[in-house]
């Protein structure tokens, strides 16, 4: 039997730890949000009241967290995995955060002994829920294979191995322009056809079997024609994501003049009070130019 740490029990994080608890897995689990900690605790897991406790004992700690400084102050700060890992713990941190702050947090666990692996996921909520995810791993690799079937593949469909410390979030990062860029461009040529007289649905049958087809087309693009943009994955965290690839570019030296318009898109639409809602919601950006809804309700987008 596996026993793990879970810190973090989101929208993402909470059906992540249900599909280890159901794959026989012992959780210890911990959430600033106590009812969180309970919904877990009725699954099966047992409650901690810090994320040092719910690393005590534990010979894998896993974190699930909106962005860097959280993942920072969940590992290194007071009460932080650090203070209840033993040496030899492994530290599989599943947020997307920026590459460098995995690296950074990951050699400030070296220097008690513990292990990190980065292992950011795609699939959004439905994903979770279904233990289908895509894992994409940074790190030793010996590391990773000794969790790959017993943990991680316990949550996801895949796990696949990129690199040292900070490759899997980059391999994130590339995965969030692709998805982003994909809605984007879905919204702005579905738009392009209800503007010009052109039933969406019509085009979406007539174009999902060839070159423009693709996943995000078949998940996203069902939501725009319904105006439903309940979130699998909210507005915000992909503005995040984002911002974040951003930031490695300029470091990397890598042109991303793409990612920052719809960057951009994306912050005009949190701005306007819709960073809760899925990142399919990005039609809202093309209904306010148009003054059109490619689902067909008029008038309910972007302030202004």
């Given at each position: 039997?596996q026993?793990?740490?879970?810190i973090?029990?989101?929208?993402m994080?909470l059906?992540?730890?249900?599909?280890?608890?159901?794959?026989?897995c012992e959780?210890?689990?911990?959430?600033?949000?106590?009812?969180?900690?309970?919904?877990?605790?009725?699954s099966g897991?047992?409650?901690?009241?810090?994320a040092a406790q719910?690393?005590?004992?534990?010979p894998a700690?896993?974190?699930?967290l909106?962005?860097?400084?959280?993942?920072?102050?969940a590992v290194l700060?007071p009460?932080?995995v650090l203070g209840?890992?033993?040496?030899?713990t492994l530290?599989?941190?599943?947020?997307?955060?920026?590459?460098?702050a995995?690296?950074?947090?990951?050699?400030?666990?070296?220097?008690?002994?513990?292990?990190?692996?980065?292992?950011?996921?795609?699939?959004?909520?439905p994903?979770?829920?279904?233990a289908?995810l895509?894992?994409?791993?940074g790190?030793?690799?010996e590391?990773?294979?000794r969790?790959?079937d017993?943990?991680?593949?316990?949550?996801?469909?895949s796990?696949v191995?990129?690199g040292e410390?900070?490759?899997?979030?980059v391999?994130?990062l590339?995965?969030?322009?692709?998805?982003?860029?994909g809605?984007?461009a879905?919204a702005?040529?579905?738009?392009?056809?209800?503007?010009?007289?052109?039933?969406?649905?019509l085009?979406?049958?007539?174009?999902?079997g060839g070159?423009?087809?693709s996943?995000?087309?078949?998940?996203?693009?069902?939501?725009?024609?319904e105006?439903?943009?309940?979130?699998?994955?909210?507005?915000?965290?992909?503005?995040?994501?984002?911002?974040?690839?951003l930031?490695?570019?300029?470091?990397?030296?890598?042109p991303l003049p793409?990612?920052?318009?719809v960057?951009?898109?994306?912050?005009?639409?949190?701005?306007?009070?819709?960073g809760?809602?899925?990142h399919?919601?990005?039609a809202?950006?093309?209904?306010?130019?148009?003054?059109m809804?490619?689902?067909?309700?008029?008038?309910?987008?972007?302030?202004g």
């Amino acid at each position: 039997m596996q026993k793990i740490g879970f810190i973090g029990l989101g929208i993402m994080g909470l059906p992540m730890a249900r599909n280890l608890l159901k794959a026989g897995c012992e959780l210890t689990v911990y959430d600033l949000d106590a009812t969180r900690i309970e919904a877990a605790a009725q699954s099966g897991a047992k409650a901690a009241g810090s994320a040092a406790q719910a690393a005590r004992g534990n010979p894998a700690v896993i974190t699930m967290l909106p962005n860097s400084p959280h993942v920072r102050e969940a590992v290194l700060g007071p009460n932080g995995v650090l203070g209840g890992a033993e040496k030899g713990t492994l530290l599989i941190d599943m947020s997307s955060i920026a590459p460098p702050a995995a690296r950074e947090i990951g050699a400030e666990c070296a220097k008690k002994g513990v292990e990190m692996l980065d292992a950011p996921v795609s699939g959004g909520e439905p994903g979770a829920v279904s233990a289908s995810l895509s894992i994409m791993v940074g790190g030793n690799r010996e590391a990773f294979e000794r969790v790959r079937d017993d943990i991680l593949l316990k949550m996801g469909k895949s796990a696949v191995y990129c690199g040292e410390l900070g490759a899997g979030n980059v391999t994130k990062l590339a995965n969030q322009v692709i998805v982003a860029l994909g809605i984007a461009a879905c919204a702005e040529a579905f738009t392009l056809a209800k503007k010009a007289g052109v039933d969406p649905t019509l085009v979406f049958d007539a174009i999902k079997g060839g070159l423009a087809g693709s996943n995000v087309m078949n998940a996203k693009l069902p939501m725009m024609l319904e105006n439903n943009f309940k979130p699998g994955f909210k507005i915000e965290l992909h503005s995040k994501d984002l911002s974040n690839a951003l930031e490695t570019g300029h470091g990397a030296g890598a042109p991303l003049p793409l990612t920052a318009l719809v960057t951009e898109m994306l912050h005009t639409l949190r701005a306007d009070g819709f960073g809760a809602e899925d990142h399919s919601a990005l039609a809202r950006y093309y209904e306010k130019l148009s003054g059109m809804a490619i689902g067909g309700s008029e008038g309910s987008g972007i302030r202004g």
